[in-house]
């Protein structure tokens, strides 16, 4: 009776109150049935790139001296011509980039974090919001959007905006952790009303979904399990996967997205990589000229959203590291596949020498061993020694753990940098971010 409600409830509030969202959700559910959503991306991007050039300084003038049609058809070369989006440039000129005229109901600002450098302005067009795209996903997993969810967030929402969420989304329920500093009484109310609402979906950031998973497993608490675990913010260890999939008795489903652009990429129930969602962004993995490099080979993310038409973001220099994967997955969705991004807005450990050891390949050594760790953060200060500041699981010593750890990157710097490990008490977040890697380095 319960789901019976909140189906109607839902097919209500979509149909009749926000049909606009009701037809944005058909379309998108549909669209993957297109016969050729490479020839779509395109078009997309042709008709991006037109009206950027016509309604925002900044891109008439970053595109000036191109020599693009002038008809609005763009081949795939002429793209590859056009010059990235840097951070700075997005820093530097926000009010030139957005478009002319774009109203406050059209559009909201947005702002990193600021945890991979200076923090970075954007506006969120509203006219494509990314919630049928997420519908989209869960759909992939079974689950629908009037079904219950948890969701497991740093901080404690304000009070008038968990009103109007409870409000909005009548009868459904929804419940929040605050993960920052939870308590006691906290974690065990959030694991009641958890076993009481049933929720079939519990998102959060991988760091504070993964504590929560420790805190059940550590204390034998069982929960009702969910049908999917998803999980965004930072790069997945295969062990925390492991861990979380055993405490919640549910599937986690790894997602790539940012501040920037929201929704990216995505696992299906396969599970074989991540499906990029290539009707809304278009991705790109270049070299150090900004060429496409071959599918299986690392590169530099390049993004243009697609949807947003208030603040264009056009082959947008990330700051990530990832690949394509040359095969389609056996789910049959048309979306092409990359594989899970390691290298997440994260620095490299750098040594003297210029040796550069990525994110990536830290996240293959650690595995095997983050099983007996919460947290864990590298911080390289200015002389290029890197303190390894780590808060274990349990009363068990993990000194000789962690000494392996430091050793494998000492061995991977060729012995040009000292590793320290430090047992703390909390990881220092930067922003409302836990990064793997903070770099002092000048």
Same mark, same amino acid.
């Given at each position: 009776?319960?789901?019976?409600?909140?189906?109607?409830?839902?097919?209500?509030?979509?149909?009749?109150?926000?049909?606009?969202?009701?037809?944005?959700?058909?379309?998108?559910?549909?669209?993957?049935?297109?016969?050729?959503?490479?020839?779509?991306?395109?078009?997309?991007?042709?008709?991006?790139?037109?009206?950027?050039?016509?309604?925002?300084?900044?891109?008439?003038?970053?595109?000036?001296?191109?020599?693009?049609?002038?008809?609005?058809?763009?081949?795939?070369?002429?793209?590859?011509?056009?010059?990235?989006?840097?951070?700075?440039?997005?820093?530097?000129?926000?009010?030139?980039?957005?478009?002319?005229?774009?109203?406050?109901?059209?559009?909201?600002?947005?702002?990193?974090?600021?945890?991979?450098?200076?923090?970075?302005?954007?506006?969120?067009?509203?006219?494509?919001?990314?919630?049928?795209?997420?519908?989209?996903?869960?759909?992939?997993?079974?689950?629908?959007?009037?079904?219950?969810?948890?969701?497991?967030?740093?901080?404690?929402?304000? %009070?008038?905006?968990?009103?109007?969420?409870?409000?909005?989304?009548?009868?459904?329920?929804?419940?929040?952790?605050?993960?920052?500093?939870?308590?006691?009484?906290?974690?065990?109310?959030?694991?009641?009303?958890?076993?009481?609402?049933?929720?079939?979906?519990?998102?959060?950031?991988?760091?504070?979904?993964?504590?929560?998973?420790?805190?059940?497993?550590?204390?034998?608490?069982?929960?009702?399990?969910?049908?999917?675990?998803?999980?965004?913010?930072?790069?997945? %260890?295969?062990?925390?996967?492991?861990?979380?999939?055993?405490?919640?008795?549910?599937?986690?489903?790894?997602?790539?997205?940012?501040?920037?652009?929201?929704?990216?990429?995505?696992?299906?129930?396969?599970?074989?990589?991540?499906?990029?969602?290539q009707d809304t962004v278009?991705?790109?993995?270049?070299?150090?000229?900004?060429?496409?490099?071959?599918?299986?080979?690392?590169?530099?993310?390049?993004?243009?959203?697609?949807?947003?038409?208030?603040?264009?973001?056009?082959?947008?220099?990330?700051?990530d590291e990832g690949k394509?994967?040359?095969?389609?997955?056996?789910?049959?969705?048309?979306?092409?596949?990359?594989?899970?991004?390691?290298?997440?807005?994260?620095?490299?450990?750098?040594?003297?020498?210029?040796?550069?050891?990525?994110?990536?390949?830290?996240?293959?050594?650690?595995?095997?061993?983050?099983?007996?760790?919460?947290?864990?953060?590298?911080?390289?200060?200015?002389?290029?020694?890197?303190?390894?500041?780590?808060?274990?699981?349990?009363?068990?010593?993990?000194?000789?753990?962690?000494?392996?750890?430091?050793?494998?990157?000492?061995?991977?710097?060729?012995?040009?940098?000292?590793?320290?490990?430090?047992?703390?008490?909390?990881?220092?977040?930067?922003?409302?971010?836990?990064?793997?890697?903070?770099?002092?380095?000048?």
């Amino acid at each position: 009776m319960g789901n019976s409600l909140a189906k109607a409830v839902f097919s209500f509030k979509t149909k009749i109150l926000n049909p606009k969202l009701n037809r944005l959700h058909q379309k998108t559910k549909n669209r993957l049935k297109e016969p050729n959503l490479e020839k779509y991306n395109l078009e997309k991007r042709q008709e991006l790139i037109h009206h950027a050039i016509t309604n925002s300084t900044f891109y008439a003038k970053k595109y000036g001296n191109l020599n693009l049609p002038k008809n609005g058809t763009l081949t795939q070369e002429d793209f590859l011509k056009i010059p990235p989006l840097t951070r700075t440039e997005l820093v530097e000129n926000f009010e030139n980039i957005k478009v002319k005229n774009v109203s406050s109901v059209a559009a909201k600002k947005v702002s990193t974090s600021g945890s991979t450098g200076h923090p970075i302005s954007i506006l969120r067009d509203l006219r494509n919001p990314e919630t049928p795209i997420r519908w989209r996903i869960l759909d992939w997993w079974g689950i629908e959007p009037w079904e219950n969810q948890a969701f497991i967030y740093r901080y404690k929402r304000p %009070f008038s905006e968990r009103i109007s969420n409870a409000l909005l989304w009548w009868p459904t329920k929804r419940i929040f952790l605050a993960a920052a500093n939870p308590t006691k009484e906290h974690l065990e109310k959030f694991v009641t009303d958890f076993n009481s609402i049933k929720p079939s979906l519990l998102q959060g950031y991988v760091d504070v979904v993964f504590e929560f998973a420790l805190y059940l497993l550590d204390n034998n608490i069982k929960i009702h399990p969910p049908k999917m675990v998803w999980v965004t913010s930072a790069p997945l %260890f295969e062990e925390q996967r492991e861990l979380m999939q055993k405490a919640f008795g549910a599937p986690v489903c790894d997602q790539y997205g940012n501040t920037e652009i929201m929704l990216i990429a995505a696992e299906c129930p396969e599970q074989k990589g991540l499906h990029i969602m290539q009707d809304t962004v278009h991705i790109e993995f270049v070299d150090q000229n900004n060429e496409p490099v071959p599918p299986n080979t690392i590169g530099r993310i390049l993004l243009t959203d697609l949807t947003n038409y208030a603040f264009p973001l056009i082959r947008y220099d990330i700051g990530d590291e990832g690949k394509f994967m040359d095969e389609m997955c056996t789910c049959g969705k048309q979306l092409p596949l990359m594989e899970n991004v390691r290298g997440r807005q994260a620095h490299n450990i750098q040594t003297p020498s210029g040796l550069r050891i990525r994110g990536e390949h830290l996240m293959a050594m650690f595995n095997g061993h983050m099983k007996n760790f919460k947290e864990i953060q590298l911080r390289q200060e200015a002389d290029y020694s890197v303190s390894m500041e780590y808060v274990p699981r349990g009363h068990h010593n993990h000194s000789k753990e962690i000494q392996n750890m430091a050793e494998l990157i000492m061995q991977r710097s060729r012995q040009e940098i000292k590793v320290y490990p430090k047992e703390v008490q909390k990881i220092q977040q930067v922003g409302r971010k836990t990064p793997l890697i903070v770099s002092n380095l000048k």
